[in-house]
């Protein structure tokens, strides 16, 4: 077993959740093959950044700070990547919107072999085996990588995200490698980021999520209950098709996936696609109109009911129950 | 623009809660077992090839094609059906490279599809972001790192800049990243790009709005695409070897949840999430 290098996923020097999600995966798979673990930070001005990820328990933080790499571009970083990985047996990255982009461009380039999206892994003579979610979510691939350098990309809401060990590894500079002949050829001009006053999906505790029935006063209908419990507010992609909310609340397959404490499911038929997007929440309620609506399959606690005469019912007991 | 779209056809992801995975106890299942269900290609490749025909058309009158689209897929004869749909609703011709379903790897098609693009000489390679069985996520990349052309994932809206370059929306978490890419390029998409404004190319009139989600083909054109070409490669004839870098030891069910409880009223719910599930 060699050891393992984690690339951060850091925006405007912040680093982003998912990145602790992997740092706990390569902590603990290189405790079970017997390795060590490391830490790259690739952007510009990450001295915040390069210091919060020191206190990871990381061997060491490898640090490319440029102004080069300071918007994400998969044809910028990707070299980087692949430089500081040598010498690492798997290089690992948060499955979130930079790391799924970036992981196969630096798989390709080290000629690796990839194992997307994983959701567990076991160790069986220093040798890594993964566990993926396939189909939806309704089966799971135990894979291994077969190549000198395996490269991983790690599901945040199965990894516990890793917490501050107290200790400070050793931070190392290391150069911003230029030479992917396509970054000439694509041009980073901004970022709309959509603003919100309540968490973000992928971090929320709590979920309100809403579906086609909750028709165009989405937000109206939601926000009061959302803010009585500090919830984020999530959506089914019929919702968010419809216009009635904004298209990154989408939850499932091929939105985000998340895996809070609490999830509402509010007039939400239960798709496979949407399922496979919030299955591992720990306590899953479901309103819905239709006795029969396979939401309640998976719902620890299922309410047969209109929603809109039982949502402000609920967040007024919610509130009461709180007080 | 001559645009090349990657088809996989796929078990109907509507039924994808009834693949079956038999699994010995504690142990793995060697397969996944879809047979029953029907075959569809994969949603997201559709969404694909309906933005690769609005870039290579004007929306008013879609019967002129203004460019090229030649759809690929790898697999047995059976997926001729899947080539043949494709052309119905708009592809212009269809390559298969004669592959047995175990020999689909991602990291085989995306080395098979650079050899494949060195023949066809694409300006822009447009596929779906995953594909709905394997949901992996990863051929776009590795296909923009083997030819060295750069890549644009998660895309969500793309314009068309006078077939040299693409300003292209990106999914993101918390928001979309905007870039511009000069051709040739590789891009994914999400299902967003098959919105009626997902895709802006000026011979279509600023005011057409097309109809949300994918077209589907006249009955007329289902007879015509009987007629055009769809050739038949072989894995050799690319030159590429398969040569798996990963392996698959077995597959497992996801485990069950246990079937939760109806509730009756407001305040039921409020007592079990505070006292049974102590969530409040
Ligand atoms: C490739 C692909 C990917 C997809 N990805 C996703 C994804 O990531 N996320 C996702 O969510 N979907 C996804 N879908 C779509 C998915 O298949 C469903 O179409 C979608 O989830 C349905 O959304 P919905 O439950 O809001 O709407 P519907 O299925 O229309 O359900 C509405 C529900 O509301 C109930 N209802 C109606 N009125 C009331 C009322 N007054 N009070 C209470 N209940 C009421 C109804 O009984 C019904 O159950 C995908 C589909 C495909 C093909």
Known sequence: MADILVVAEIVDGIVKKPTLAAIAFARDAAKAAGGTFAILAVGAGLDAAAKELSACGASKVLVADDPY??????????????????????????????????????????????????????????????????????????????????????????????EPTGGASAIEKVAVVQDDPAAGKIEFLSFDVVKSERPELTEAKVIVAGGRSVKEKFMDVLSPLADTLGAAIGASRAACDAGYCPTDLQVGQTGKVVAPTLYLAIGISGAIQHLAGMKGSKTIVAINKDPEAPIFQVSDYGLVADLFAVVPELTAAIKAAKA | MKILVPLKRVADPENANKVKIAAPAGGLAPKIETTGLEWKPNPFDEYALEAALRLTENGTAVKARLGEVIVVTF??????????????????????????????????????????????????????????????NQVAQLLAAYLGWPQVTFAANIVNED??????????????????????????????????KGVTSPPTPATHKYADGVRFAPLPAIMQAKKKPLEVKKLADLGVEAAPKVKYLGYEAPPARKAGVKVKTVAELVDKLKNEAKVL
């Open chain 1, 69 to 162: 790499t300071k918007n994400y571009l998969a044809e910028r970083f990707a070299p980087t990547v692949a430089a500081a990985a040598k010498g690492f047996g798997v290089v690992a990255f948060p499955a979130a919107t930079s790391g799924k982009d970036l992981a196969p461009r630096v798989a390709a380039k080290l000629g690796a072999g990839y194992a997307p999206d994983i959701s567990g892994f076991k160790a069986e003579g220093g040798k890594l085996s993964y566990k993926r979610p396939m189909y939806a979510g309704n089966a799971f691939g135990w894979m291994q990588v077969s190549t000198p350098v395996e490269v991983v990309s790690v599901r945040p809401t199965e990894f516990t995200a890793a």
């Open chain 2, 75 to 136: 697999g047995p004869a059976e997926c001729d059906q899947t080539l043949r749909g494709a052309l119905a609703t708009g592809a212009d011709r269809a390559i298969r490279v004669d592959v047995t379903d175990d020999q689909l790897d991602g990291d085989l098609v995306a080395r098979a599809l650079a050899k494949l693009v060195d023949q066809v000489k694409p300006d822009l390679v447009l596929m779906g972001k995953q594909t709905v069985d394997s949901d992996s």
């Open chain 2, 163 to 196: 077939n040299k370059a693409l300003k292209i929306g990106r999914v993101a978490d918390g928001g979309q990243i905007n870039v511009r890419v000069q051709l040739p390029a590789v891009v994914n998409v999400e299902d967003r790009v098959v919105n009626p």
